[in-house]
C-alpha cells in the first residue's frame, strides 16, 4: 500500500509520515531529503547546470540509500549526509536544483523501485500527483505562513544556525513560488487528495487524522 503525503515547506509532513509509518508497521521515504542529497553533490561538485553531461555524470555516479531506525538517516555514496542536507546553503539551493527534469527522472525511478510492491508512506511535492497518482490514500498537508515558519525556524536553529522570524517567511515564500510555478511536477494538490490544515494541529493530531481515514 502507498500512503501519499505532499504539501509545502513547514506543514508538518516530515514528522506526520514518520509516525504514522511508525504506527502502521510501513517505511517512511523522505523524498525532500533525497532532492537535498543531490543538491549536495552538485555544489560539492561545483556541476554546471548549463551542461547536460555534467548533470548526467552526477547523477550517475550517485548512490542514495536510506537506514537506520525509520529510515531515518541518508547516506549518499557511502556518507552520513543527514546533517548536512538541512543546512542553509543546501535548502537555498534545492529548488533549483529539484526542477531540472533530468534530476526529476532520476529520483522518481528511485523513488519508484524503493517503494516497489511494499507497505510504504512518501512525502514530498509530487508524490500523489506525479510518483505514485494512483496511491491509495493521498493526503494534502497545508499551514499557516507563520506556523510554517515557527517550524522550520526551530529546525534551522536546531542545526546549529541563526535566522529571524521574516527572514525564515520570506526563504519559504520564495521556495513555495519556485516549487509551485515549475514547469516539471509543480507542488499542486492531486484532485482526488485529502486536504488536511495543520495550523493549529499538534503531531498527536495529525498523525491520528491520517490513521483514522486509513484505518
Ligand atoms: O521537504 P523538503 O523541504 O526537505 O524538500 C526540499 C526541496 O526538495 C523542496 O523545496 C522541493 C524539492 N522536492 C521536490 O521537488 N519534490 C519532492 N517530491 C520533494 C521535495
Known amino acids: 500500500m502507498i500512503i501519499a503525503i505532499d504539501g509545502p515547506a513547514g506543514s508538518g509532513k516530515t514528522t506526520t509520515a514518520r509516525k504514522v509509518a511508525q504506527r502502521l508497521g510501513f517505511i517512511h521515504i523522505n523524498t525532500g531529503a533525497m532532492y537535498r542529497g543531490i543538491t549536495l553533490k552538485f555544489i560539492r561538485e561545483k556541476v554546471n547546470l548549463d551542461d547536460p553531461l555534467d548533470i548526467d555524470r552526477i547523477l550517475h555516479n550517485?548512490?542514495?540509500?536510506?537506514?537506520?531506525?525509520?529510515?531515518?538517516?541518508?547516506?549518499?555514496?557511502?556518507?552520513?549526509?543527514?546533517?548536512?542536507?538541512?543546512?542553509?546553503?543546501?535548502?537555498?539551493?534545492?529548488?533549483?536544483?529539484?526542477?531540472?527534469?533530468?534530476?526529476?527522472?532520476?529520483?522518481v525511478e528511485f523513488?519508484?523501485?524503493?517503494?516497489?510492491?511494499?507497505?510504504?508512506?512518501?512525502?514530498?511535492?509530487?508524490?500523489?500527483t506525479v510518483v505514485f497518482p494512483n496511491a491509495e490514500y493521498k493526503f494534502y498537508l497545508i499551514a499557516d505562513i507563520r506556523v510554517r515558519a515557527a517550524r522550520r525556524k526551530k529546525e534551522i536553529e536546531a542545526s546549529g544556525?541563526?535566522?529571524?522570524?521574516?527572514?525564515?517567511?520570506?526563504?519559504?515564500?520564495?521556495r513555495d513560488k519556485q516549487d509551485s510555478s515549475r514547469h516539471n511536477s509543480p507542488l499542486t494538490k492531486a484532485e482526488d487528495a485529502i486536504e488536511l490544515d495543520t495550523t493549529d494541529l499538534n503531531i498527536v493530531e495529525q498523525v491520528n487524522y491520517i490513521l483514522n481515514i486509513v484505518n
Open 62 to 107: 550517485t548512490q542514495l540509500n536510506f537506514a537506520g531506525i525509520d529510515h531515518g538517516i541518508l547516506y549518499m555514496d557511502g556518507e552520513d549526509i543527514s546533517s548536512e542536507i538541512a543546512l542553509s546553503y543546501v535548502t537555498e539551493n534545492v529548488s533549483r536544483i529539484s526542477a531540472l527534469s533530468k534530476v526529476r527522472i532520476k529520483l
Open 111 to 128: 523513488q519508484r523501485d524503493m517503494a516497489q510492491g511494499r507497505d510504504v508512506v512518501l512525502e514530498g511535492r509530487d508524490i500523489g
Open 161 to 174: 544556525e541563526y535566522i529571524t522570524m521574516e527572514e525564515v517567511i520570506l526563504f519559504l515564500k520564495d
